[in-house]
C-alpha cells in the first residue's frame, strides 16, 4: 500500500515552490503556451500522501475523500487512511474507473461516478450516491447505494467518460458531465446523453430542462456540442463554467448556459489527431466561442473557483490542474470574460485542485500508468 499520512499531520516534505510564468493571454482568438503573472508567488508545499492513479478529491467536515481510478475510495481523517468498503465494481481501464466524489447539498449523501460495463463489450458512466458508516478502528463503508443516472447509449471504447458532479449553489440541481465516448457526433444529437451536460434533482428525477420534444434523454439535456469535460464548477456569481479537452490543441474552457450547443464536432479550434482540419469557432457564430481555447493544449484535470483568504487578490479566480501543462493554472474574469492570469508549475501532471476550509489549495498528480509513482496529495499553502 502506499504511503500516506492523515490531512492534519506534518506533510512529509515541506518545500518552497516559486513560480513564474512567461507573457501572453489565452483567448479564444490567442493561444500562447503560457500566460502573463502579475506577481512571483512561492508556495509552501505539504506532501500528504500518496495514491494510486488518484481521481478526484472533496471534503467531507473535517474528513476528506479520495477516490482512485482502478476502484478505491479513501476515507482520510486525523487518525490516518481508511479504505472504503461496499462500493460497486467499476469497469476499469484506458480512463474509465472510479471517477469524481462529490459531498451533496445535505451533507448526508455521498455523490460518485464510475465506468460501468454494458453487453457486448461496452461500457459507459454511472452517477450513483451513499452514505458513509463508520465503526471502530476508522473502518468506514458505503452503504444504501442508489444509482442516481446512467450515461446512454453504453458503447464501446475506454475514453471520454467526463461524469465530472457539481450541484447548484442553492442545491436544488444536479449537473453531470457526460463525455462523447470518443465518439464525436452523438455530441450533436439530442436524442442521447453522450457529449452533454445534463441537470436533474438531486434524487436524479428530471426536472424542466430546455429541450423538448425527444425521449427521456433529451429531457435531461441542459447543454450539448460537448467532447470531454474534466472540470465543472459554479463560479461566486452562481454562473456553471466547464473546461474540456479539446482535439489537437482547442482545450475549452465554457460559460454553460441553458441549452446552448458548444459545437463540438461541428466548430474547434484544434484540428483532429490526423492532422484533419476542423472548422473554427468564428466560421460558425450561432455557437458561442469559448471564453478561453488552449493551443498547445493545457489537457485540464479538475478544477475550482478560489473563494478563501490565504491568497490575496484571487478570491473569484479559477484555478485549473493541468496535466499536459504540468501546473496549477489561474484564470481571472471580468464579468462573463475571462484570461490566463499565471500559470504555477508543478514538475508533476495534475488531476485534481480543491480548496480547502481554511483556504489552502489541495491538488491531488497524476498518476499516468499503473505501476508508477503514487500521484501525490499537496497542500499548497502562501510561501515565505
Not at 251 to 256: G, K, Q
Request: glycine share 14%; proline share 7%; charged share 25%.
Amino acid at each position: 500500500m502506499p504511503q500516506h499520512l492523515s490531512i492534519f499531520a506534518i506533510g512529509v516534505a515541506t518545500a518552497a515552490l516559486v513560480a513564474c510564468t512567461n507573457g501572453g493571454d489565452a483567448t479564444a482568438q490567442s493561444s500562447p503556451e503560457t500566460a502573463a503573472s502579475a506577481e512571483d508567488v512561492s508556495f509552501a508545499i505539504e506532501e500528504m500522501g500518496q495514491f494510486e492513479e488518484p481521481w478526484a478529491m472533496t471534503f467531507w467536515g473535517e474528513d476528506m475523500l479520495v477516490t482512485e481510478l482502478g476502484g478505491r475510495m479513501w476515507r482520510i481523517d486525523g487518525t490516518g487512511r481508511h479504505e472504503v468498503t461496499g462500493l460497486p465494481e467499476v469497469d476499469y481501464g484506458g480512463q474509465g474507473g472510479l471517477g469524481d466524489v462529490v459531498v451533496g447539498p445535505d451533507g448526508e449523501w455521498i455523490y460518485f461516478s464510475y465506468a460501468e460495463a454494458g453487453p457486448d463489450d461496452t461500457r459507459g458512466a454511472v452517477v450513483a450516491r451513499g452514505r458513509l458508516v463508520m465503526g471502530g478502528d476508522g473502518r468506514t463503508a458505503m452503504t444504501d447505494i442508489e444509482t442516481i443516472w446512467r450515461q446512454e447509449p453504453k458503447v464501446t471504447g475506454r475514453g471520454h467518460y467526463s461524469h465530472r458532479i457539481a450541484f447548484s449553489p442553492d442545491g436544488d440541481y444536479l449537473y453531470i458531465a457526460s463525455g462523447d465516448r470518443q465518439k464525436m457526433e452523438p455530441a450533436q444529437d439530442i436524442g442521447n446523453t453522450l457529449g452533454t451536460i445534463v441537470r436533474l434533482d438531486p434524487d436524479g428525477n428530471l426536472v424542466p430542462n430546455p429541450l423538448v420534444g425527444g425521449g427521456e434523454a433529451t429531457a435531461q439535456i441542459w447543454s450539448y456540442g460537448h467532447r470531454n469535460i474534466l472540470g465543472l464548477a459554479f463560479d461566486p456569481e452562481g454562473r456553471l463554467w466547464e473546461v474540456e479537452h479539446g482535439p489537437a490543441g482547442g482545450d475549452e474552457l465554457n460559460l454553460v448556459e441553458r441549452g446552448v450547443n458548444y459545437g463540438w464536432p461541428v466548430v474547434s479550434n484544434g484540428d483532429h489527431y490526423d492532422g484533419t482540419e476542423i472548422p473554427d469557432h468564428d466560421t460558425r457564430p450561432e455557437l458561442p466561442a469559448p471564453a478561453i481555447t488552449w493551443t498547445p493544449v493545457i489537457a485540464p484535470g479538475g478544477m475550482a473557483f478560489y473563494t478563501g483568504e490565504m491568497f490575496a487578490g484571487w478570491q473569484g479566480d479559477l484555478l485549473i490542474a493541468g496535466l499536459k501543462a504540468e501546473a496549477l493554472v489561474r484564470v481571472e474574469f471580468d464579468g462573463e470574460s475571462a484570461r490566463e492570469a499565471a500559470r504555477y508549475p508543478m514538475e508533476n501532471r495534475l488531476r485534481e485542485v480543491e480548496i480547502g476550509p481554511d483556504g489552502a489549495i489541495w491538488v491531488l498528480e497524476d498518476q499516468e500508468r499503473p505501476g508508477g509513482p503514487g500521484g501525490r496529495l499537496l497542500r499548497l499553502t502562501p510561501g515565505a
